[in-house]
């Protein structure tokens, strides 16, 4: 039973099922960068179809999706206005500076959401002494900040000051079906506004690898230079695209359940002496919560609880972070809930350890 890690430490975590390793062992594959990928123009023109553009391009990764999109709107010395927790700003290797020799501006978003006054606030004034504020960045749903989903107004209140004011605006989409799957609202329609817009098959979809970015067929087609340039050009890729329109087809209705295990989650942690969470504030599937009552450090629950074949993310000394997927069912669920309260009263009944309260 043990052997079996049940993995709420990201939605990366998922592996592809068996009927996934079907599709993509069935797939007709061609020479992806000579464009002559079936299965790749399939899923291209999927994505595209699903997000409202006239065109889309495969990458290994949402990394490179956000590289790459960075690199077509920005020239060097150009800035990119961003919330402080992007996924672009913190967990790229610094690639908007290397790759593209842009600045960026960050802002202090509620939970990674930012707001038009803000966005008016940094855009910089048109003289030779300042950086050119070129583009807006928006992460949806935004993932380290908070697990928040972007409201539609919102996104068009702070698009509409960057089109004002001549600033491209780019959605890094890694969960964006979830925002979809939460709210109701298309995605389509929350891409509408954006000039780039992108969706990781690796996260809730369960693909092993993979994102897609949908644009304007002028934007797509400079997107394929960098593409290239930065080696993201492949051959037989239709074996990994396959996943994807598995995905597109089947995994796009079960985030749903991925979202009521997060709820159920953060209920049952709420219950937990200790730790603290509002499970009113998370929507979609990823959840936060503080363990600095519990006695015990993040890295010390997260071992204890491994030793019992559960694995949440560790923020920082107190913060945890966990994210559903199709890998953790509602069983698994419980089964982490119940090695939590077990770690938590060894914790509250092991005498040497600091008293609970603070
Ligand atoms: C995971 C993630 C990325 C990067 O995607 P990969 O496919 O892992 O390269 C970018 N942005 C956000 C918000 C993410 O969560």
Redesign the pocket.
């Known amino acids: 039973m043990q052997n079996r890690l049940i993995d709420f430490a990201s939605d ?1 975590k998922s592996r592809p099922t068996d009927a996934m390793r079907a599709a993509m062992a069935a797939a007709e594959v061609g020479d992806e960068q000579a464009r002559e990928d079936p299965t790749v123009n399939r899923l291209c023109a999927m994505a595209a179809e699903l997000l409202g553009k006239d065109d889309a391009v495969f990458l290994p ?4 999706c ?1 590289q790459v999109a960075y690199r077509v709107h920005c020239r060097p010395g150009d800035e990119i206005i961003l919330d402080q927790w992007a ?2 700003v913190n ?1 790229e290797a610094g690639g908007i500076a290397a790759l593209s020799g842009a600045n960026v501006r960050v802002l202090e978003g509620d939970h990674g959401v930012f707001d038009a006054d803000q966005v008016r606030a940094a855009i910089r004034p048109h003289r030779p002494d300042v950086p050119r504020s070129r583009l807006v960045s928006v ?1 949806q749903t935004t ?1 380290r900040a908070g697990g928040a989903i972007w409201p539609l107004a919102v996104i068009e209140a702070v698009t509409g000051v960057a089109r004002e004011n001549g600033l491209a605006a780019h959605m ?1 989409g ?2 964006l079906l979830n925002a979809q799957a939460a709210t109701g609202i298309a995605a389509r329609d929350y891409a509408g506004p954006f000039d780039s817009v992108w969706i ?1 098959l ?2 809730g979809l369960g693909c092993p ?3 897609v970015l949908a644009g304007s067929a002028r934007f797509i087609e400079e997107a394929w230079r960098f593409k290239h340039q930065f080696g993201g050009a492949m051959r037989q890729a239709g074996f990994l695209a396959a996943a994807g329109v598995y995905a597109l087809e089947n995994h796009v209705q079960r985030l749903a359940d991925d979202h009521d295990n997060a709820r159920q989650l953060a209920q049952g942690l709420a219950a937990i002496p200790g730790i603290e969470i509002d499970p009113e504030a998370f929507r979609t599937n990823i959840i936060f919560f503080d363990v600095s009552r519990t006695g015990l450090g993040a890295d010390e629950l997260n071992a204890h609880l491994i030793e019992r074949g559960v694995r949440f993310q560790t923020l920082d000394a107190k913060q945890m972070r966990a994210v559903t997927h199709i890998d953790v069912g509602a069983d698994d669920v419980s089964t982490a809930l119940a090695a939590v309260r077990e770690v938590i009263g060894a914790a509250a009944t092991t005498p040497k350890r600091e008293s609970r309260s603070r």
């Open positions: 990366t990764s949402g990394k490179m956000n996924h672009g967990s992460e993932n890094d890694a969960r990781d690796s996260k690898v993979g994102g």
